[in-house]
């Protein structure tokens, strides 16, 4: 088994600690040591039915992780917290890096998703058959992350049959100042290093009327593969892997009367990945066969506005929020774009710069709006409750191109520098019969043969001979009247083009030619203007 050996060295000034670690981190992911003990037990709060409640009160399934605690662990995406919580598996789908993500082993590769995502109460989960992977927020600067395991489908919709996972970030304070701080130095044997730096500051602008919390975070991972050629064996580039991720956040908290706050807030997140982390253990260890780079972005921004208004028995918040995201990724489609031509090759025979990039592009647009009412807690409460209105619109899309170099596909497919060949030609006839009306057809008939060695073909011996026949028909009716009249004339001609591959015709097209002008659908422009020009 190939291991993979980091040296790490962090510091996080919110949660006031240095760390040392020397982590092996092994190709099916090595298990996490469990946090170390406190000596006070901490009370957890968390929101997991949309109220604040004890986490030990709390009647369902439900692991919370506060910042404090992923720092200690290391936890920096949704794969670390994975490792951590019990139930909650991720899972690779495909080599472009689009994972499916499930609870108590209950997922979807269709259809709706079974586990629901949420940043706050913005639900963010994509449809499985249209977008390949959820979209997660990295690890900083989170109040904490709430798994729930267990169907959610009262609380949070039809997408938590198995369980539900929420990102909650931090409330702005109107009353007290805070501040949170964490950087990390890494370095790869047989790779680059990898760094990271970020910040977070909030507290009250007015007191008691106006606050805010900002934070900013960056990362660079450093690659650790290689990528080679697989036509040529030639090594294209070290450490392809590498990434950054950038993560800009922004609220502010406005309690202009007693019991009323409003909260606008916006969440940015952009994350760049240099290379597939992608390989074949016959290649060699952290060894790609790629021909280019197969880069990847998955960016988002989300927008909202909550308004809570605070009642004696009860309270209302309103939560209004705008989700975009774009993800696009390049992959070599080479071997795709040869094979649905009938050439199994990594690369176009005789041409081995011959490429063809596949672009990949999703796109993902949720607009929501939820209306909750819940009742007010005290010592004395025997009953709770809540309820409210949730709307959504969402419209999800994705599409797949690809790119080449079609005139060199399309000179191997016809077997030669030339893949087409027009004719032309034109007869008048003028005639004048007198006393009787008379209909006259004559037909010119031309036989060309193209020889396959005449197009310069590489394999002419395996070339079948294209045959072009064009037929010259030229009609004319003459008059019973003394006067001489121009004839009139309908002129056909034929135009043939041909691929052939191991003997084989792949298409051949047929257009017609008037007096009157050409027809645009011949094709080149270079044939229809020469046809043009021998127009009398």
Do not use: C
């Not at 979209?135 to 798994?147: A, G, H, T």
């Not at 705008?322 to 071997?335: A, E, I, V």
């Not at 939820?370 to 419209?395: A, C, K, L, M, Y």
């Not at 080149?524 to 020469?530: C, I, N």
């Amino acid at each position: 088994m190939t291991h993979l050996r980091r040296v790490t060295i962090g510091y996080a000034v919110g949660a006031g600690y240095l760390m040392l670690n020397n982590i092996a981190l092994a190709a099916d992911s090595a298990p996490v040591a469990a946090a170390p003990s406190s000596d006070q037990l901490q009370e957890i709060v968390v929101t997991a039915q949309k109220r604040s409640e004890a986490l030990n009160t709390v009647p369902i399934s439900v692991t919370a992780l506060d910042q404090d605690t992923m720092d200690k662990q290391g936890v920096r995406d949704i794969a670390d917290i994975a490792r951590l919580v019990p139930g909650l598996t991720l899972q690779a789908n495909d080599r472009l890096g689009n994972t499916n993500i499930a609870i108590r082993g209950i997922s979807s590769d269709t259809g709706s998703e079974t586990t629901g995502i949420y940043i706050d109460d913005t639900p963010v989960q994509a449809r499985q058959e249209v977008v390949g992977s959820n979209p997660y927020p990295k690890i900083f600067d989170l109040d904490r992350v709430e798994v729930l395991r267990g169907p959610q489908g009262t609380l949070f919709g039809a997408g938590s049959e198995g369980g539900t996972v929420r990102f909650l970030t931090p409330d702005p304070s109107l009353d007290t100042y805070s501040g949170y701080g964490r950087s990390e130095l890494a370095f790869t044997d047989g790779g680059a290093p990898s760094y990271e730096l970020g910040a977070a500051v909030g507290g009250p602008i007015i007191d008691g009327v106006l606050g805010f919390r900002a934070s900013a975070w960056y990362r660079e991972d450093g690659g650790y593969f290689t990528r080679v050629n697989p036509a040529t064996g030639a090594v294209d580039g070290t450490d392809t892997n590498g990434g950054d991720t950038k993560v800009i956040r922004l609220a502010v908290k406005y309690a202009p009367v007693d019991h009323l706050t409003i909260t606008p807030a916006i969440f940015y997140q952009d994350e760049h990945v240099d290379d597939h982390s992608f390989y074949f253990e016959s290649a060699g260890p952290f060894v790609e066969l790629s021909p280019i780079p197969q880069p990847r972005s998955d960016k988002f921004i989300l927008p909202s506005l909550t308004v809570n208004y605070d009642f004696d028995a009860f309270s209302v918040k309103s939560i209004s929020s705008f989700f975009k995201r774009s993800l696009n990724d390049k992959f070599d489609g080479t071997q795709y774009v040869l094979g649905s031509e009938g050439i199994n090759s990594q690369t176009l025979p005789g041409d081995p710069t011959y490429r063809s990039t596949g672009i990949y592009h999703e796109d993902q647009s949720n607009w929501t709006e939820e209306i909750r009412f819940t009742s007010t807690e005290s010592p004395d409460t025997t009953f709770s409750w809540v309820g409210g209105i949730f709307w959504q619109h969402n419209r999800e899309g994705a599409d797949t191109h690809y790119v080449d170099d079609f005139n060199a596909l399309a000179n191997y497919l016809s077997g030669g520098t030339e893949n087409s060949l027009g004719y032309f030609g034109e007869a008048q006839i003028d005639d004048q019969q007198v006393g009787r009306t008379m209909l006259r057809k004559q037909r010119i008939g031309i036989l060309d043969r193209i020889r396959g060695q005449s197009l310069h073909s590489p394999h002419a011996e395996q070339r079948a001979h294209a045959v072009a026949n064009v037929a010259l028909v030229v009609d004319h009716v003459t008059s019973t009247s003394l006067q001489r009249r121009p004839a009139q004339r309908r002129v056909r001609i034929g135009r043939g083009v041909w691929r052939t591959q191991h003997g084989r015709h792949k298409h051949a097209k047929f257009r017609s030619l008037t007096q009157g002008g050409f027809n645009h659908d011949l094709g080149r422009d270079q044939l229809a203007q020469s046809l043009h020009d021998g127009q009398p």
